[in-house]
């Protein structure tokens, strides 16, 4: 293993796979400096800007993290620089003693079917970047003046825009969401939002846990046709797998008593779907769908189809990442280039951005580790000059970076600004935080 004494390191991306990287140098390799680089002034990537507002307790991994940071004096925060933009990975490269990839993947797949560049078509990162006050979304400006909304997909984030679009002020009121988002939902003549899989009940990809909160909701009901629910998984599934999967075929069952149209919105869960068009002029007037069967384990078209009147579209089918210049990059994938998380001699990659968007928060964890062990193995050569050169490469461009101190100050005056019982009250915007920290 190499020497880690006076060894610096930087991480780009505060989400949680930067941060269980932060983590595990701080246990394995402690005498090492850490940078740890965002783009924007808020730091831990998703867990700010794409968990669902309604699920507060999700979020509150972001103590452990803030603890990694205000605990080891060895680690800084450094908001406000954008790789690519402010600095190369050359500019890191020449700087730290290795440098670790994890900005996640925050960009959304497309279905690659005709019509889907139509006004109100969205991704999923989109969509729950805007309802969670994301800088980047803030101006997505979906039209909600609509009855009906179709949600491509049946994992959780799938699960996640259909329930907050169908929750009532009331029932968000202990949350984060976005003012502007919340009104524009309640204000929304939405009657019905489907929720869409390509293949059946055994294979969607919610949890039970998120399924439930689709049968708790004060003013929507969710409906599913009984006839295609199995009364029980397949015999050959393992005996866990065979669990978890009979616990979601209950509850679809127990879901199938509900009516259409008793509450205000009706959330229809419906499978062996796969949409070939999305209908209308310039804006979505319904989506065509082609159903669907299972055999074999494979998802076959049948050459039925069948129309669905909508005026919006959301699409959660998956993540990529974005190539950066000078970070090779595997398009078909999505996600940067790597040999097991070696992108290039003293270069890594962690996270999303290393295997694409999949698994939860904790999945990240093995991961990070075993990329910090494969980089502290390969710390070998003269000490790079570290963060101290950083600082200085930050002056003479005249960078405005944020320290961690700044984000817990932004954070203060969101929570200060809350009405009771919201945790915060996001600011919207960079300027809105930089101008709240006095920083232009």
């Given at each position: 293993m190499g020497d880690t004494e006076k060894r610096s390191v930087a991480i780009v991306g505060s989400g949680p796979g930067g941060m269980y990287v932060a983590q595990a140098l701080v246990e394995k390799a402690p005498d090492c400096r850490i940078d740890i680089f965002d783009r924007l002034p808020t730091p831990f990537g998703l867990i700010r800007g794409g968990v669902a507002p309604d699920h507060q307790h999700t979020k509150r991994v972001d103590r452990k993290y803030a603890d990694t940071i205000t605990e080891n004096r060895q680690i800084r925060y450094i908001g406000n620089v954008t790789l690519g933009q402010d600095v190369s990975l050359d500019d890191l490269a020449a700087i730290y003693?290795?440098?670790?990839?994890?900005?996640?993947?925050?960009?959304?797949?497309?279905l690659g079917i005709p019509g889907e560049d139509k006004k109100n078509v969205f991704g999923s990162n989109a969509f729950v970047g805007w309802y969670n006050c994301h800088p980047d979304f803030k101006?997505?400006?979906?039209?909600?003046?609509?009855?009906?909304?179709?949600?491509?997909?049946?994992?959780?984030?799938?699960?996640?825009?259909?329930?907050?679009?169908?929750?009532?002020?009331?029932?968000?009121?202990?949350?984060?969401?976005?003012?502007?988002?919340?009104?524009?939902?309640?204000?929304?003549?939405?009657?019905?939002?489907?929720?869409?899989?390509?293949?059946?009940?055994?294979?969607?990809?919610?949890?039970?846990?998120?399924l439930k909160e689709l049968g708790?909701?004060?003013?929507?009901?969710?409906?599913?046709?009984?006839?295609?629910?199995?009364?029980e998984p397949p015999a050959d599934m393992d005996d866990r797998d065979r669990k978890v999967r009979q616990r979601i075929l209950d509850t679809l069952?127990?879901?199938?008593?509900?009516?259409?149209?008793?509450?205000r919105r009706t959330i229809h869960i419906e499978f062996f779907g796969s949409p070939v068009e999305i209908l209308g002029g310039d804006r979505v007037e319904g989506i065509r769908m082609e159903r669907t069967k299972v055999e074999d384990g494979r998802c076959?078209?049948?050459?039925?189809?069948?129309?669905?009147?909508?005026?919006?579209?959301?699409?959660?089918i998956g993540s990529r990442a974005q190539a950066i210049e000078g970070i090779p990059f595997d398009e078909q994938r999505g996600i940067v280039a790597h040999a097991d998380g070696k992108v290039a001699p003293g270069v890594y990659a962690a996270g999303w951005l290393k295997r694409g968007a999949t698994g939860t928060i904790g999945t990240n964890r093995l991961d990070s580790y075993a990329v910090t062990d494969l980089l502290i193995s390969e710390f070998d050569g003269p000490l790079k000059p570290g963060p101290d050169a950083f600082d200085a490469l930050a002056a003479e461009r005249r960078l405005?970076?944020?320290?961690?101190?700044?984000?817990?100050?932004?954070?203060?005056?969101?929570?200060?600004?809350?009405?009771?019982?919201?945790?915060?009250?996001?600011?919207?915007?960079?300027?809105?935080?930089?101008?709240?920290?006095?920083?232009?």
């Open positions: 003693d290795a440098v670790v990839l994890a900005y996640g993947a925050p960009y959304d797949n497309k101006d997505l400006g979906p039209d909600l003046k609509i009855d009906g909304a179709v949600v491509i997909g049946v994992g959780n984030v799938a699960v996640d825009v259909a329930r907050v679009l169908a929750r009532t002020p009331e029932e968000m009121a202990t949350t984060d969401i976005a003012d502007y988002a919340i009104s524009a939902i309640d204000a929304s003549p939405l009657k019905d939002i489907w929720m869409i899989g390509r293949r059946g009940p055994i294979e969607a990809a919610f949890t039970n846990t998120e708790a909701l004060t003013d929507a009901t969710a409906v599913v046709d009984a006839s295609i629910v199995p009364a069952r127990g879901l199938s008593e509900g009516k259409a149209g008793e509450k076959i078209p049948t050459g039925e189809t069948y129309d669905i009147p909508c005026q919006m579209v959301v699409t959660c405005n970076p944020l320290s961690f101190d700044d984000w817990q100050r932004i954070k203060e005056l969101e929570e200060k600004a809350a009405s009771d019982p919201a945790p915060r009250r996001k600011f919207s915007t960079v300027e809105e935080m930089l101008a709240g920290l006095g920083r232009s």
